[in-house]
């Protein structure tokens, strides 16, 4: 087959290079944003009268039955014609002729590319915000049942301070309700129209830019045609939008590992979402969590590989750039498979509340609440502080927790104690004392909460 392209050029590829230089093994998912925008390029042909209006709608026509038969695998791409565009045009001039070779007037498959690039983008970005907002709205329910599940709260991954799942469940609500907002700004600069910017500097024919624009549903047209065809910005920014992403499910999923382990038992992960062991009959391994953990790698890989690949191209377009999409591609797919494995996952998990209460008894978790309690009586923080820590050196000499100490040990650092002590140093009232906006404290999580509700239902997530 002769290529379309092939004016220039004597010889025919060979083989090989048909197939190191094609892209239709991938880019052919973006077969309908391609056939999407030839519409829209054709009719505006037409009613500019750059071409005559019969062979706008001819072209429209061929190219709306074109569509209907790929959806309906009756189409089988051919490697030769290299990419979707050169596939899709190859195929309308074959049925309809010279007409379908004047769909190419007025625009380069530079331009073309970044077309139907951005399409594909602003829909997947539509899809990914749905699964976060799916995700959002479980952590949401979850926190809801566990308002008063008493944990640790860790810092270096050692105990630190009482807290409640509620509350880690919704440090996570808020990181993800970022990686929603981000993929909103990334629409915005996806979300722009290069069509028409030609190979690199737009054409003399009379095109209506603002046309095509309007009837793909872009927000706004390229104002440098170099730019518009060079332009791989909205990939690279995507890409870091997905490892964010990706990063959340990742810290989120070693929690999960460590949580279901034999040390910790905080949680026991659905069969569902498990798997057992070739050789070891009692074994249940968090298979899911650990996936999701190893292909983040893999998306900060992709992310890594493009911007690597764009730093030293000169303007404007460069076939490098073809190199834009099989790592895209496969972050978002990767994203889309993660997403609701841990959605599911997280959802159907046994929460074991009394080992977690447990836990938190541990560690002396509620040391700077003991400090706390002096400083309300009057005792400045740092003198707190190393009374504390002296009680702390007893209660580890004799196997004691701070609760356990007697007023007289109590009063032995400082007479300052009282019996209010205890009551201040329980755990459940370590936690809902901690009322300061961001705190883990019961009055304010169930505001929160309710508060994420109505953002849920129409606010911010809508």
């Not at 093994?25 to 390029?41: C, N, P, Q």
């Not at 380069?108 to 749905?130: P, T």
Request: glycine share 6%; proline share 2%.
């Amino acid at each position: 087959m002769k290529k379309l392209s092939n004016g220039r050029l004597s010889a025919e590829a060979d083989s090989f290079t048909d197939h190191f230089h094609s892209s239709i093994s991938f880019d052919s998912r973006m077969y309908k944003e391609d056939i999407t925008g030839s519409i829209a390029h054709a009719r505006m042909l037409g009613k500019q009268g750059i071409i005559s209006q019969e062979d706008s709608e001819l072209i429209i026509k061929t190219l709306k039955e074109i569509l209907g038969d790929i959806e309906k695998g009756k189409v089988e791409f051919d490697i030769k014609a290299e990419d979707i565009h050169m596939n899709v045009e190859t195929i309308l001039t074959q049925r309809i002729g010279d007409v379908g070779k004047r769909l190419h007037t007025g625009r380069s498959r530079n331009d073309q590319v970044a077309l139907d690039i951005r399409m594909y983008l602003k829909n997947q970005i539509g899809d990914i915000k749905g699964l976060i907002l799916n995700l959002l709205k479980t952590l949401n329910s979850m926190a809801k049942d566990n308002s008063d599940t008493i944990m640790p709260g860790f810092t270096h991954l050692q105990n630190a301070q009482p807290v409640t799942l509620a509350h880690h469940l919704l440090a996570y609500f808020e990181m993800f309700s970022r990686d929603f907002d981000r993929l909103g700004d990334c629409y915005k600069r996806t979300n722009i129209m290069p069509l028409g910017s030609g190979a690199l500097a737009a054409t003399t024919y009379n095109l209506d830019r603002q046309a095509v624009c309007d009837e793909l549903g872009f927000g706004e047209i390229t104002k440098n045609s170099m730019d518009g065809v060079s332009d791989r910005d909205f990939v690279c920014e995507l890409l870091f939008c997905l490892s964010l992403v990706m990063m959340h499910l990742s810290r989120f999923c070693e929690e999960l590992v460590l949580w279901s382990s034999q040390q910790f038992k905080f949680i026991e992960i659905s069969d569902a979402y498990a798997t057992g062991s070739s050789i070891m009959p009692q074994k249940k391994n968090p298979d899911m969590a650990e996936l999701i953990r190893g292909k983040t790698g893999r998306v900060y890989g992709e992310l890594t590989a493009l911007l690597t690949t764009l730093k030293g191209l000169p303007l404007a377009y460069n076939k490098d750039m073809q190199e834009d999409k099989e790592g895209v591609f496969d972050a978002i797919d990767t994203v889309k498979m993660c997403l609701p494995v841990f959605t599911n996952m997280i959802a159907t998990m046994k929460v074991n509340k009394a080992n977690m209460l447990a836990s938190a008894g541990l560690g002396f978790m509620n040391a700077t609440d003991a400090a706390d309690w002096l400083v309300s009586k009057g005792m400045p923080f740092r003198d707190a502080h190393t009374v504390i820590g002296r009680l702390v050196m007893q209660c580890i000499a004799k196997n004691k927790r701070l609760e356990e100490l007697t007023l007289d040990e109590f009063k032995e650092e400082s007479p300052i104690f009282t019996e209010e002590i205890y009551k201040a140093i329980d755990l459940k009232e370590c936690v809902n004392r901690r009322t300061v906006p961001g705190g883990p404290s019961r009055a304010y999580i169930d505001k929160l909460i309710a508060d994420n509700d109505k953002l849920l239902k129409g606010g911010r997530f809508s």
